[in-house]
């Protein structure tokens, strides 16, 4: 009775789900280096903008990065302005407005479900997607997925509050709001958040069989603040790139994952649902329960019917879109988690009314989700060097916590056994996130190679940084001063002697990228070098080991040879 009280029912609840969500977002958050790729090219792209100050150009070292619009740029460039500075590179800064964005998120779900049902079922929606698996994952992550997922459940918050409005002023303002938000999620990721709202739209229209209420939708302010939010800056960037930025973005970035399975990334559809168990845990226990109770409500034509069909309409269109587009990353259901939260709330508010086979299914894929989130920790650890005493604690606090959900749910405790969830998830976060993953750290060779490159700078205070290790993260960690250059084409000059070797220069070679004969012209380098260092690691976006050779030439004549392992 006690959480009843102070949190499920009082006004305290929205602060209890964002101090959920905030706490499982920043699991890792501190303690996790800077992932490949995607991470690293954002926080490097901000970190240049806040060093020069450009607010309009996105650029990654020399090359323009036209791929996202600026929205996540500016955010965390101004997060880290306020806080380390860029010259710092410390990536949890970047990573803040993921979490600011989880946060808003968890609080969509909760707004949404207290305007479509009662407050019960907002509490019980916001608090289990606050320490969902992919929620909080990507709000521990310096892109722009968690703070799209929140503007997109804001954008659900103004189409529902426009569906319920009692006044016409009312109806009016969240129609406003609603561009807004919208406006803001295109800011952040393009067309995603606007194409999956008008087809929400339409869909409520073709349900509904009634349009006269889209006439709110184009109340002059909307439209007019939504071009404002967008059209300075993309007018910007497009005088700026001479017309190159849209051209890239939707043909050289977009197309691609909507005609193909682009980088390698394609799945068949019904991936997406299949990975739900996973990704939506604890979340899923009650969601079968939920859509049966939304099914009945709309069939029966109950109070709650418009509701169904609302929810429907917005998540039912979003889903078949991600499902059949043929570019699958896991994330890209994320904006609509929110959402299926709510039939998740709805879910666990009823349990005890829908049928017991829907029950036993929420309790079949819990188990399966637990299981699935333990051997990821567990194989993290086996495979990886992760702290395997961390996975197996966490595997052992997520059985318990399930098991202690589904008796809380057998005994009708249904605060219990949201406690019990939500320790489930934070577990995952906390120990899977906080310290298995960070421990791992054959999976992160960027930092140790970023290390050994500044050691050897005492050596060759001055000397350009020429690396064939292309990887984002050691960009990042470098500040960006590295030129970054074609394995095949420094073979080459190797193989010719057209590389002076008594320069000051400082070398990384990636020799996981070289045939055996090829790593072979690296000897006359590494007799001359003043020092050589070695980095073993782990690719996990080309899948294969890693072993870097770091090398100083042209040293002065008083410094000291230092290797640190074998040469090839």
Request: hydrophobic share 55%; proline share 6%.
């Amino acid at each position: 009775m006690l959480l009843q009280d102070r949190l499920i029912n009082t006004e305290r609840a929205r602060l209890f789900i964002a101090l959920l969500a905030l706490v499982a977002s920043l699991a890792g958050v501190f303690t996790l280096p800077v992932l490949d790729r995607d991470e690293a090219r954002f926080a490097q792209a901000s970190a240049q903008m806040a060093e020069t100050g450009d607010i309009i150009d996105i650029r990654f070292q020399d090359q323009p990065r036209h791929k996202k619009p600026i929205g996540i740029y500016w955010m965390q460039s101004l997060t880290v302005a306020v806080t380390t500075g860029p010259a710092a590179r410390e990536i949890w800064t970047y990573r803040l407005p993921s979490v600011l964005g989880a946060m808003l998120a968890a609080l969509s779900a909760f707004w949404v479900g207290r305007r479509l049902y009662d407050h019960r079922t907002g509490v019980f929606a916001g608090a289990l997607v606050s320490v969902s698996l992919l929620l909080a994952s990507e709000g521990g992550i310096a892109k722009t997925d968690a703070m799209l997922a929140a503007m997109t459940g804001l954008s659900v918050l103004a189409l529902v509050e426009v569906w319920l409005a009692e006044t016409p002023a009312k109806r009016r303002k969240w129609a406003v709001l609603m561009w807004v938000f919208v406006a803001l999620a295109a800011l952040i990721k393009g067309p995603v958040t606007p194409i999956m709202m008008a087809l929400a739209v339409l869909a409520l229209c073709a349900l509904e069989r009634r349009l006269v209420w889209l006439k709110v939708f184009f109340y002059w302010p909307g439209p007019v603040l939504a071009a404002l939010i967008i059209l300075p800056w993309l007018i910007g960037v497009q005088v700026v790139s001479e017309g190159r930025f849209l051209t890239e973005a939707l043909g050289g970035d977009m197309a691609p994952k909507v005609t193909s399975g682009h980088e390698g990334h394609g799945a068949p559809p019904g991936s997406h649902l299949l990975l739900l168990p996973l990704l939506f845990l604890p979340a899923i226990v009650s969601l079968p329960a939920g859509i049966a109770s939304l099914v009945k409500d709309w069939r029966e034509q109950t109070p709650d019917a418009r509701a169904a069909r609302l929810l429907v309409a917005f998540i039912a269109p979003a889903w078949l879109l991600i499902e059949f587009l043929p570019t699958k990353l896991p994330h890209y259901s994320l904006p609509i988690y929110p959402a299926i939260a709510v039939i998740s709330g709805l879910g666990f508010v009823r349990w005890g009314r829908v049928e017991r086979r829907w029950r036993l299914l929420g309790l079949g894929l819990l188990a399966l989700g637990v299981i699935l989130a333990s051997g990821v920790l567990i194989a993290l650890g086996i495979r990886f060097h992760g702290a395997l005493w961390a996975a197996y604690l966490a595997a052992a606090l997520m059985l318990f916590c399930g098991l202690a959900a589904t008796f809380a749910l057998y005994m009708r405790r249904y605060d219990l056994a949201l406690i019990a969830l939500v320790v489930l998830g934070l577990s995952w976060h906390g120990l899977g996130r906080g310290v298995v993953a960070p421990s791992a750290s054959i999976l992160f060779p960027s930092g140790p190679a970023a290390r050994e490159v500044a050691d050897l700078r005492t050596l060759v205070p001055d000397a350009p940084l020429i690396s064939t290790y292309t990887e984002p993260s050691f960009v990042f960690l470098t500040r960006g001063e590295v030129e970054l250059r074609d394995a095949d084409a420094i073979a080459a000059q190797l193989a010719s002697g057209d590389l002076d070797f008594s320069a000051p220069r400082l070398y990384v070679f990636d020799l996981s990228r070289w045939s055996d004969s090829a790593a072979q012209t690296l000897r006359p380098l590494v007799q001359r070098a003043c020092a050589v260092r070695l980095v073993d690691g782990f690719n996990y976006s080309r899948g294969d080991d890693t072993v870097l050779l770091i090398a100083a030439t042209g040293c002065s004549p008083d410094a000291a040879t230092e290797p640190s392992g074998s040469t090839p």
